[in-house]
């Protein structure tokens, strides 16, 4: 199964304009990864999993439902985090990333994921 993440994380990464992704759990163990050599997977964990917490506390407190995804945008680009089966999937991109395409392949690959976990 770890075989199938990876390639499943690979196939994020080859998009133009992707660093890197991974698969974290809840509890900031990494699942899997294909991130660029300079990104410590294990600090990415640990804000993932910051990240994470913020937001299921604040969609709850603002009776907003369910987290699903969240977006941080930035100078040099942009760190998108999606829920996939009680873990977090987060994609690393470049300014010049297109969104319509990740969010397409981000999807699909949270579905392909949902079903392996």
Avoid: Y
């Avoid at 993440?5 to 809840?26: C, N, R």
């Avoid at 987290?67 to 945008?73: H, K, N, P, R």
Wanted: glycine share 10%; with cysteine; charged share 20%.
């Amino acid at each position: 199964m770890g075989e199938r993440i990876e390639d499943i994380l690979e196939s994020l990464k080859s998009i133009k304009g992707v660093h890197g992704a991974a698969l974290i759990e809840k509890f900031g163990l990494i699942r899997g990864s294909a991130l660029p050599g300079w990104v410590d997977p294990e600090a990415v964990a640990a804000m993932v999993t910051l990240i994470l917490k913020a937001s299921q506390r604040a969609t709850k407190e603002l009776e907003q439902g369910q987290f699903f995804m969240a977006t941080i945008e930035s100078a040099k680009g942009r760190i998108l985090f999606s829920e996939v089966g009680g873990n977090i999937l987060c994609i690393i991109t470049t300014v010049e990333a297109q969104l319509g395409i990740i969010n397409l392949k981000l999807s699909a690959a949270a579905d392909t994921l949902r079903r392996m976990l």
